[in-house]
């Protein structure tokens, strides 16, 4: 079966994610890499990208609102905040009032706020459009993550980005390699006859087939990041989901909660000076076709209440002052509410960018009101002018590389 | 092409047909197998397990449908009974999980696991639901039908009260639609991404109006249905839910879609050619029979290739490892139970918990470092809690775990290991044990 045929087989049967890692052939040498590692922690002076997702199309225009626009007060009379709810950030616009800690980054000056991101063509799947945010690849499907293809071009070593979830986003498989993902309580494996007969299950076996090649590779890579993140991880960090009625309705399109706990972690490593430059997290729920109004707030003021302190936190060290945060979803809803006190699947929204090399402020215009593509919101800056810009500011890559030649990046955003 | 061995079929029915097999199953032949998994109409080791009752919702303090918040602070005593109600609502909704683990572990048919992959594919969670009874309720349906005609199954999840509750099926009403449902039925359920239009979900959403949530049921109000012309997927009619379904139904793009999705779970992770297609498409028929499109996937060459690998689902591995191991959920002590929970959790798949509307991922998705501890963990509880008297060395774990053989590497790691329980506990976790080879 051709390669074509094949992605177009997986996206179809909507298994993308599963397709973008099934794809790869591994064949590294990652131990060496590792006890690299392990001699070579990161130095301070380089820089860290941590990549949070928001899963489900979280609705931007609720989130950065245009409170003093009639057109979005009409669009949403039950939906809306008024001009004295919202954070005043200028310009007509206010942050959701479930975002304190991020109104405190963004009067210093460390918050970025790049508005109407999206791309050409939206496709209002929540699956198709992270896909194509995960993978930056608008037009055809592909199988690899745009961190993937990162790693890929930078010695294809799973450390260099982790992710802290159970299963590994698509963003951060490669062709050749996957990220390491890590339990929120952390590593530790057995000693004794139990962990050495363990260890050895990962060794690579002969004429195996390509999937059990790949479950040895998986203990391999357990066995080298449990001796470099074991000891930076605390354990006993695992709290069960909040069962809260607010947050729970907008679950159906995925996504984990503990967001504070997945930053907390990474906070840790980074301060541990692991040889890891890219991080992934994510926070759930933002599919909220109902009631939306206070469940995106409840959500809100959870990214905010995890964000905060971990902005605050990175401040204190010279590795954490190196790390910038990317905050985005797969769409923003419709323009007009529905009416169940919610809104369905929709097109742009904004970006957030945090951290001590972050310049503050607005970038990218604000998307008209008015002017809409069948009721839903035009996009004015392309999601992959954000990735050019961190890939090549953050992490120092060439951008036209991983990007499929698209290179376009935004001016002043970032301090070198 | 070289197969697998005859032995290697009959593991493989009994992997993807079923969770794996159970001692002695490998002895039968792979034409007796096809006949006990695919043969009867229903499974009387499983159906012996009754349905767990009492899994109504707490009283009085789920919020009327479409009551607008009131006012004021909550007071302790609100808080103190949301926090009682939570808690009644985890203790059902675990008594229920553990009711389906040992379902799937007794089970000697195919219609356990299918029922296993529809949940997958109408993937709905009780996150959000929060109803233990109506999500037993939408389990029920699935396994009635898990085996049938797949038009009867969708017409029943598109009115299916969990699922309505998932996908806001009861917000949406004439003149004020809510597309959420009508547009994950088309791109998950039935046809897929590129087979319909923007147009076709707002005129979807439509057909779906009427629906809403009574205390213990979804029920039809007519004044509440957009009765109105609508066109969609190229007709014209009045359509409701039902005839919006078989719309869907009849698109040439559905019967590929399924059989794909049904594929990539119990055959390969390689897509099946256009010959391939054509007969599983012939075999499925106008009438969508599942059990012959089965049939018809057990008999395909693909089906005996040694590259037809596929890594287990978690639920796969610890349902055929407490199944090798002849334990079961409901017997453990309630300790030993939060256990194995939290050790599907951890491996990131827990039932009536899917990640999102588009179900759980595959693949390598389930061989990552963290899912790789709580595996091992997990393995190791269960192992300590077997009986394995009869295990001395490598051959007696794989005659337990019902493995082709072990690979001189696990081989080699196994020789090390004593102790019959940490014996176990290592082979689970060996590569010819993660993956249905």
């Known amino acids: 079966m051709d390669n074509l045929t094949r992605r177009r087989f997986l996206t179809l049967s909507g298994v993308t994610a599963a397709g973008a890692l099934a794809a790869g052939a591994t064949q590294v040498n990652w131990s060496d890499l590792m006890a690299a590692a392990v001699d070579d922690p ?67 000056k460390r918050l970025a706020i790049v508005r109407g991101v999206g791309y050409p063509e939206p496709d209002r799947s929540h699956f198709r459009s ?30 260099r980005a982790v992710s802290v979830e159970s299963t590994l986003p698509p963003l951060l498989a490669g062709e050749t390699t996957a990220a390491a993902s890590l339990p929120l309580r952390g590593l530790s494996l057995l000693d004794g006859a139990l962990g050495t007969a363990y260890a050895a299950l990962g060794k690579p076996s002969p004429g195996e087939g390509h999937w059990q090649a790949r479950a040895a590779k998986s203990v391999l890579d357990l066995q080298n990041a449990t001796q470099v993140l074991g000891k930076a991880v605390k354990s006993g960090h695992e709290q069960e989901d909040e069962d809260d009625e607010e947050r729970t309705k907008g679950a159906s399109a995925g996504g984990t909660s503990q967001l504070g706990a997945q930053l907390e972690l990474i906070a840790g490593l980074i301060e541990a000076g692991v040889p890891t430059r890219a991080y992934s997290a994510s926070l759930g729920g933002f599919d909220t076709h109902a009631d939306e109004r206070g469940t995106q707030q409840r959500l809100l003021t959870e990214l905010d209440g995890a964000l905060t302190p971990f902005a605050q936190r990175l401040q204190k060290t010279d590795r954490g002052k190196n790390a910038v945060v990317l905050v985005y979803s797969e769409f923003g809803r419709r323009v007009q509410a529905n009416g169940s006190d919610g809104t369905d699947h929709g097109t742009a929204g904004p970006v957030f960018l945090l951290g001590e090399k972050v310049s503050g402020g607005f970038y990218g215009n604000q998307p008209s009101l008015t002017d809409l593509s069948n009721g839903d919101l035009k996009a004015g800056t392309d999601f992959r002018d954000v990735y050019a810009t961190v890939l090549q500011h953050v992490l120092g890559a060439d951008p036209a590389q991983i990007l499929a030649g698209h290179q376009t990046t935004i001016d002043g955003l970032l301090r070198a | 092409m070289t197969e697998i061995s005859e032995r290697a079929v009959v593991r493989r029915l009994n992997d993807r047909f079923g969770f794996g097999p159970a001692p002695g199953d490998l002895d039968a032949g792979a034409d007796a197998t096809v006949r006990r998994v695919l043969g009867p109409a229903s499974d009387a080791a499983a159906a012996a397990v009754r349905p767990p009752t009492g899994l109504e919702p707490p009283e009085g303090v789920q919020k009327p449908e479409g009551a607008k918040k009131q006012g004021g602070a909550k007071t302790p005593q609100d808080k103190d009974a949301k926090k009682a109600a939570n808690k009644q609502r985890a203790a059902q909704e675990r008594k229920l999980t553990i009711w389906w683990l040992d379902r799937m572990v007794v089970s000697r048919t195919a219609g356990e696991r299918l029922t296993w992959f529809w949940h997958g594919h109408f993937a709905t969670s009780n996150q959000k639901v929060r109803n233990a009874a109506w999500m ?111 719309l869907a139904l009849a698109q040439p793009a559905s019967a590929g879609f399924v059989i794909g999705r049904l594929w990539f779970r119990l055959v390969s992770a390689t897509p099946p050619d256009a010959a391939t297609v054509a007969r599983l498409s012939s075999a499925y028929g106008v009438n969508r029979e599942v059990k012959s499109l089965l049939m018809a996937m057990a008999a395909e060459p693909a089906f005996k290739d040694p590259a037809s690998s596929l890594v287990k689902e978690p639920v796969e591995w610890a349902v055929g490892l407490l199944r090798a191991l002849r334990l079961q959920p409901s017997k453990l002590e309630e300790k030993e139970q939060t256990k194995l929970l939290a050790g599907l959790r951890g491996m990131g798949q827990l039932p009536f918990r899917p990640l999102s509307v588009g179900g759980w991922p595959a693949g390598a998705s389930w061989l990552t470092t963290s899912a790789g501890v709580t595996r091992l963990q997990l393995a190791q509880q269960l192992a300590r809690k077997a009986d394995l008297s009869g295990v001395k060395n490598a051959e007696d774990v794989a005659a337990l775990l019902g493995v082709d053989g072990w690979s001189e590497r696990t081989k080699s790691a196994l020789a090390g290991v004593k102790d019959p329980a940490q014996l176990t506990a290592v082979a689970a976790c060996a590569p010819e044990y993660v993956v249905s080879g």
């Open chain 2, 136 to 246: 037993l309720a939408q389990n029920q349906t699935q396994r009635t039908l898990a085996l049938g005609r797949f038009g009867d199954l969708a017409r029943a999840m598109v009115v299916d009260t969990a699922m309505i509750r998932w996908l806001d099926g009861q917000k949406n009403r004439k003149g004020s639609p809510n597309e959420n449902l009508a547009r994950e039925f088309m791109e998950l359920f039935t046809l897929g991404i590129g087979h319909y239009q923007e147009a076709d979900v707002a005129q979807a959403a439509r057909c779906l109006t009427g629906w809403v949530l009574r205390k213990d049921v979804a029920t039809f109000q007519r004044r509440r249905f957009d009765s109105g012309t609508k066109t969609l997927l190229g007709k014209t009619g009045d359509f409701d839910a039902k005839g919006f379904a078989g």
């Open chain 1, 42 to 108: 990161l130095p301070s002076d380089q820089s860290v990208l941590v990549v949070i997702t928001l899963y489900g199309g979280n609705d931007g225009l609720n989130t950065v609102v245009p409170a003093a626009d009639p057109a979005y007060q009409k669009a949403r009379p039950d939906l809306a905040y008024q001009q004295n709810e919202v954070l005043d950030l200028g310009d007509g616009l206010g942050l959701n009032p479930g975002m304190k800690g991020l109104k405190g980054l963004w009067d210093d």
């Open chain 1, 130 to 159: 992270m896909a194509i945010w995960q993978t930056a690849s608008p037009k055809s499907p592909i199988p690899t993550g745009w961190l993937g293809r990162w790693l890929d071009a930078t010695g294809a070593d799973p450390l």
